[in-house]
């Protein structure tokens, strides 16, 4: 086919239309769902804690997680009285189909950390990307875009919690979004809808009426790492102080 | 005396850097996706596109519209608090179209998950040693694990 002068003066303006549509994206996919009157944690509770992996199996479920990549996983911490500061800690495949059984008396103390991308309020993740690809969206939640994420991994390194991958087959950085899919629509997280003894809760900060504010009140709360200041909305009841 | 003689390749220079802004700004205004900044130093449009995500977990409260009958007979026992797919998985896809089976949970697996005994475990969790406990007979033989308590009817 010949293309006239006339014919690319046509198609240009018809292009650059459909070029626009492209850069304009998707539209709202949740109309109910207003992003400034939240913000988003979690409270983990981990005297709850019974390492069934449930969270991480369902966390695979839902956002197809492949596998030996996790967004969440569960540790094992077993605690010497005599080396409190050296916990031996094991995850056998994210804690995804549970853990070695432990005998009766046992030396020390065990007991199990769920542990998933803290939603930093102040992330070390998001200030590295040269891209502008990982931010926080208005609502607190870390995400990356992965139509805009070049791979580089500088975020996977800056992340003091090793909670991001580089994604076998996309090649571009994956986390945790606390399901954010979910939480716009009004349902919880699936590692919370999974897990059977209530030991993740998802958080609205922002919501006067969820229980995390009596929850907060009435607990000593701990984040991972707070010396880093990252400011963490993952938080933990009865974590050990021996926790990495 | 004219001010501006000579001053041919100034204009010339300036036509270039005008040239060069302009054509700066229509690339700019061309490759950089509209949301870009419309919340941050992001691409606005992506919160949209993962909140678009398809979800496999249906969520407890969509189970109960329908077997409300199950909901009650958990509401009264121990497993009051463990959501439908925790144990059943996710079945957003059976939910949203129930002529899909969502097959049953194989017991042998699923129980001893969170039961079987471990000292790691909370001391005040239900926990046995499953070989024990019933030599291998299924769970469900005695337990019916909507109300696992066995006075509460057993088996159905």
């Not at chain 1, 994210?94 to 853990?99: A, Q, S």
């Not at chain 2, 900044?37 to 993962?50: S, T």
Request: some cysteine; glycine content about 8%.
């Amino acid at each position: 086919m010949n293309i006239t002068r006339r014919h690319l003066l046509i198609l240009l303006p018809a292009a650059a239309v459909a070029w626009e549509s492209v850069l304009a994206g998707t539209p709202e996919s949740s109309p109910n769902y207003t992003m400034t009157e939240h913000w988003w944690g979690m409270l983990i509770d981990i005297p709850k804690c019974i390492g069934c992996g449930n969270c991480v199996r369902a966390c695979q479920a839902e956002n197809d997680v492949p596998d030996g990549f996790f967004r969440t996983w569960v540790e094992r911490y077993h605690v010497n009285d005599w080396q409190l500061a050296n916990p031996q800690v094991i995850s056998p495949d994210g804690g995804k189909e549970g853990f070695p059984s432990v005998a009766e008396d046992p030396e020390g103390k065990y007991f199990f950390v769920p542990k998933l991308c803290n939603h930093c309020a102040d992330s070390p993740c998001t200030q590295v990307c040269p891209v502008g690809a990982t931010f926080i969206s208005p609502d607190g939640v870390v995400l990356v875009d992965q139509k805009y994420c070049l791979g580089c991994a500088y975020c996977v390194q800056a992340c003091p919690y090793g909670c991001r991958y580089i994604h076998p087959t996309k090649k571009v950085a994956d986390k945790c979004t606390l399901c954010y899919h979910r939480i716009t629509k009004g349902l919880t997280t699936a590692c919370c809808e999974a897990c059977p003894t209530g030991a993740r809760q998802l958080a609205d900060l922002k919501n006067p009426a969820d229980p995390i504010h009596a929850f907060l009140k009435t607990h000593s709360v701990q984040v991972l790492k707070p010396q880093m200041a990252t400011g963490a909305k993952v938080f933990y009841n009865g974590l050990d102080g021996s926790v990495r | 005396m004219k001010l501006f003689k000579d001053a041919g390749h100034l204009f010339r220079l300036a036509g270039v850097f005008l040239l060069g802004t302009l054509s700066f700004l229509a690339i700019r205004a061309f490759v950089v996706p509209h949301s870009f900044g419309q919340y941050g130093h992001y691409r606005g449009a992506a919160i949209a596109e993962i909140a678009a995500h398809p979800v496999h977990f249906a969520g407890h409260q969509t189970c109960e519209t329908c077997h409300s009958d199950i909901a009650q007979t958990k509401s009264a026992g121990k497993h009051a608090q463990v959501n439908c797919e925790a144990c059943h998985g996710p079945l957003a896809k059976h939910a949203d179209d129930p002529s899909i089976d969502p097959g049953k949970p194989d017991v042998a697996v699923l129980c001893v998950r969170c039961h079987s005994a471990s000292a790691a475990r909370p001391k005040d969790f239900p926990q046995v040693d499953a070989d024990q406990h019933s030599g291998g007979i299924p769970c469900t033989t005695c337990h019916q694990p909507h109300n696992p308590v066995i006075a509460a009817g057993g088996a159905k």
